[in-house]
């Protein structure tokens, strides 16, 4: 018997982004001077990916939040534009958020039109409405990011 949880969502991950994520995460479990607090954000990312369908980069829509993907995003009370990225060139004063960060694992593998919900490190629940995808390597044959 399946059950579902309410929030569950089909997520779509190219088979370079899997290869990549899935290599960060044994990467950074098997780190033993790896940052404590990413631990959490590991898991929920392994779980995202567990349940992703796998794409070939030209058969991902441009309406999917990929890595490196530029967004706007919509939280009710502002808008606002990020880059999903790796954690390595996070830098959130720019708008480069990590896909270990609640927010950017909420998002991979998404589409314009979804609202995604996720727990800032507090603890609060928030959410937010992906409005639209300004760039997606894949769409631009940006295949080497």
Excluded at 81 to 103: C, Q, R
Excluded at 105 to 126: D, H, M, N, Y
Aim: glycine fraction near 6%; proline fraction near 4%.
């Amino acid at each position: 018997m399946n059950t579902h949880i309410a929030n569950d969502r089909t997520i779509h991950v190219t088979n370079q982004d899997m290869e990549r994520l899935r290599a960060l995460i044994a990467e950074s479990g098997s780190n033993a001077r790896a940052d404590d607090r990413d631990r959490p954000y590991l898991t929920t990312l392994s779980a995202e990916l567990d349940r992703a369908v796998v794409l070939d980069a030209d058969a991902v829509t441009p309406d999917v939040v990929t890595m490196n993907s530029r967004i706007r995003l919509r939280d009710g009370r502002r808008t606002w534009t990020m880059t999903l990225v790796f954690p390595e060139k996070a830098d959130a004063e720019n708008g480069d958020i990590s896909v270990l960060a609640p927010l950017g694992a909420a998002l991979l593998g998404c589409r314009v039109g979804q609202r995604v919900t996720f727990r800032v490190p507090g603890g609060e629940e928030r959410s937010c409405d992906i409005l639209s995808v300004l760039y997606q390597p894949e769409a631009a044959g940006d295949l080497h990011l």
